[in-house]
């Protein structure tokens, strides 16, 4: 019996040790009770799909945003997202050799990369980007005091993996989300076009010019692979497609993509050959070069002498596509560096 009560007033004098002791991340970091946000889809949009796992909060998104500005994502903490993904540039990077893909209205992406090697969720493919890519030491991210509050904050988790890391910056990526262009504004009848602008956007929209089969409205990309006809000949550094699939029918197709911003995105194409849009139309126009695997819509009858555009019509042509530019997008402060 006195065995007994002894036993009983450990256990008790050991439970309210406990209860004394034990600090909960609640106590350190404050509650998890992360704020829903709505995405932003405009009306003429294409439905987007979010994934049930990871939807969006305001605590998510601002860690997120902190992260893609942190070099601590970087093993050597040498490269932030940023450093690479330029604001003023739609998130891509205009230094030569490069090759940057832009980051804007990632939440309809269905593959990564210019040669689509991520066929994933936006949230996979932020995974590769710190675990594979980068390389995040988790240790920094754990050792910060001030990262192990917002990582409970937004997860409710109090040891930081790459995937909450991933999960983040696919939260901020969402809301890159750009449809304000003078293009946007005259669908929603805020604005006319110039006159020259709607002699391109009639350029791009019929056969004439016919971008629009692999770059259509309102993204501007049609999410599938295709061979423009840079190249007539195929090496190492121009297998684009067939990297990923091993099919010869997929040499020298690339992911097509967005134009939107495209004037601020220079140096264009996979291997940024072309400095400017005028080069690239010219390109368009007078020199698209025939291979196996070129895209049939390059090559429709009519087309055998190129676009035969003539300088008016390429001129034209350029502004519409500088009509795709959105300044609230590289201007808005949501996006921008929080440091
Ligand atoms: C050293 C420069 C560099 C850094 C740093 C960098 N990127 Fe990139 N990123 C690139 C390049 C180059 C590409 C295109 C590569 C390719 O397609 O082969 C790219 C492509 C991407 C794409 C594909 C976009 C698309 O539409 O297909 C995503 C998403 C992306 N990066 C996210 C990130 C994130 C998130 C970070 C930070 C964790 C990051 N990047 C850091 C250079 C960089
Ligand atoms: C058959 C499909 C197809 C057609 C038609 C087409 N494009 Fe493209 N476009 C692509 C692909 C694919 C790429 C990327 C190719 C690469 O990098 O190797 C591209 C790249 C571009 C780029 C560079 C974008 C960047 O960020 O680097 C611009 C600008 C562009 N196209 C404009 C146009 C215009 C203007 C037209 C009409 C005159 C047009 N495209 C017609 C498929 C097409």
Partial sequence: MKRNAFIVFLSLLFAIS???????????????????????VPA???????????????EG?????????DKIVDATHT????????????????????????????????????????????????????????????DDLNANEEYKKLFWQAFGVTTI??????YAIAQFLRTAETSDSRYDRSLRHEIFLTDEELEGYTLFFTEKGDCFHCH???????????????DATYTADNWGRYEVTGDPADMGKYKSPSLRNCELTA??????????????????????????????IMTKPGKENGLQLNEEQKHALVAFLKALTDSSFINNTDLSSPF
Wanted: charged share 20%; aromatic share 12%.
């Fill in 61 to 69: 998104i601002a860690l997120g945003r902190k992260l893609y500005y």
């Fill in 267 to 296: 140096p264009y194409m996979h291997d940024g050959r072309y400095q400017t849009l005028e080069e690239v139309v010219e390109f368009y126009n007078s020199g698209v070069h025939l291979s196996p695997t070129v895209d049939p």
């Fill in 216 to 230: 259509p409205s309102p993204l501007f990309t049609d999410q599938q692979f295709r061979n423009n006809g840079l």
């Fill in 161 to 166: 993996t790459y995937k909450e890391e991933a």
């Fill in 79 to 138: 490269n932030s997202c940023s450093s690479c993904h330029q604001q003023a540039n739609a998130f891509s990077s205009p230094q030569p050799g490069l090759n940057v893909i832009q980051h804007q209205n990632l939440a309809w992406s269905r593959y990564f990369l210019w040669n689509g090697m991520l066929d994933s969720t936006l949230e996979d493919a932020m995974l590769f980007e710190v675990k594979d890519f980068l390389k995040t030491n988790l």
């Fill in 44 to 58: 003429y949009f294409p439905i987007v799909t979010l994934p049930d796992d990871n939807p969006l909060t305001t």
């Fill in 18 to 40: 406990c209860s004394k002791n034990e600090i909960t991340p609640e106590d350190n970091y404050g509650p998890y009770n992360p704020t829903p946000v709505e995405m932003k």
